[in-house]
């Protein structure tokens, strides 16, 4: 696909998005409606109107003519808008296969929290008896977390004590010292983040 810009610099996809004539329940965008944020090319910074296309995994700006545009996919470029940063970053499908996508980045540090936006189409649900409703084919949420640590690729993970501890499981005791002091429930985001933050505290005052 060729590219173009707008405006003072955002890099786009040289086709239009188009939305398909067909009836569908829900939204494929995180956010109905367009945005103002900020799309970052390197060390520039254009204002912008934005959405995310959660079921195509892309990013949208609202374009000169009025017509919704996807910004191109490239790891230099960024988007932060509705309280939110979108990052392209390495991440396994499956523990598997290595993907690149679309990530909201939850903290900083070695031992990094991410939020992965994205939903789904379940398609037509015809009854098997006739008192049963016809479901329509329908967007809904398929969001998930991952975990990275230094460089590698984010892995998938549950917001649990289990699977949080064993990707920090080298200061597991510590961290289990710090949930039952703390009393986190880190089946929460603000409380998994809070750990992540205590493990590399922990982990800095080693080095």
Same mark, same amino acid.
């Not at 049963?132 to 230094?150: A, G, I």
């Not at 703390?182 to 590399?200: F, H, M």
């Given at each position: 696909?060729g590219?173009?810009?707008?405006?003072?610099? =955002?890099a786009?996809d040289?086709y239009?998005?188009?939305?398909?004539?067909l $009836?569908?329940?829900?939204s494929?965008y995180?956010?109905e409606?367009?945005k103002e944020?900020? =799309?970052?090319?390197g060390?520039?910074?254009?204002?912008s109107?934005?959405?995310?296309?959660?079921?195509q995994?892309t990013?949208? *700006?609202?374009g @000169?003519d009025?017509k919704?545009?996807a !910004?191109? &996919?490239?790891?230099? $470029?960024?988007?932060?808008?509705?309280?939110r940063?979108?990052?392209l970053?390495?991440y396994?499908e499956? =523990? !598997?296969?290595? %993907?690149t996508g /679309?990530?909201n980045?939850? @903290?900083?540090?070695r =031992?990094k929290l991410y939020? %992965?936006?994205l #939903? +789904?189409?379940? #398609?037509?649900?015809n009854p098997?008896h006739? /008192?049963e409703?016809? +479901?329509?084919p329908r967007? *809904?949420?398929?969001s998930? /977390?991952?975990?990275? &640590?230094?460089d590698?690729?984010?892995?998938e993970?549950l917001l @649990?004590?289990r699977y949080?501890?064993?990707h920090m %499981?080298?200061? #597991? %005791?510590?961290?289990?010292?710090?949930?039952?002091?703390?009393?986190? &429930? !880190?089946k929460?985001?603000?409380?998994? $983040?809070q750990?992540?933050?205590?493990?590399?505290q922990? *982990?800095d005052s $080693?080095?």
């Amino acid at each position: 696909m060729g590219q173009r810009t707008l405006g003072a610099g =955002v890099a786009l996809d040289s086709y239009e998005i188009r939305n398909r004539d067909l $009836i569908l329940e829900g939204s494929q965008y995180f956010n109905e409606g367009y945005k103002e944020g900020i =799309v970052t090319i390197g060390k520039t910074e254009t204002p912008s109107l934005i959405r995310y296309n959660a079921f195509q995994e892309t990013l949208e *700006v609202l374009g @000169n003519d009025q017509k919704p545009q996807a !910004v191109l &996919k490239k790891k230099s $470029i960024s988007a932060h808008f509705d309280g939110r940063t979108y990052l392209l970053i390495d991440y396994m499908e499956k =523990v !598997v296969r290595k %993907k690149t996508g /679309y990530f909201n980045p939850l @903290n900083e540090g070695r =031992v990094k929290l991410y939020f %992965k936006p994205l #939903k +789904k189409l379940l #398609k037509a649900d015809n009854p098997d008896h006739g /008192y049963e409703d016809f +479901k329509m084919p329908r967007y *809904v949420d398929d969001s998930s /977390y991952y975990l990275q &640590k230094n460089d590698a690729p984010a892995e998938e993970i549950l917001l @649990n004590q289990r699977y949080l501890l064993m990707h920090m %499981k080298d200061q #597991k %005791k510590a961290l289990k010292a710090f949930i039952a002091e703390r009393n986190l &429930k !880190v089946k929460s985001e603000t409380d998994a $983040i809070q750990l992540i933050n205590y493990y590399n505290q922990l *982990v800095d005052s $080693i080095e």
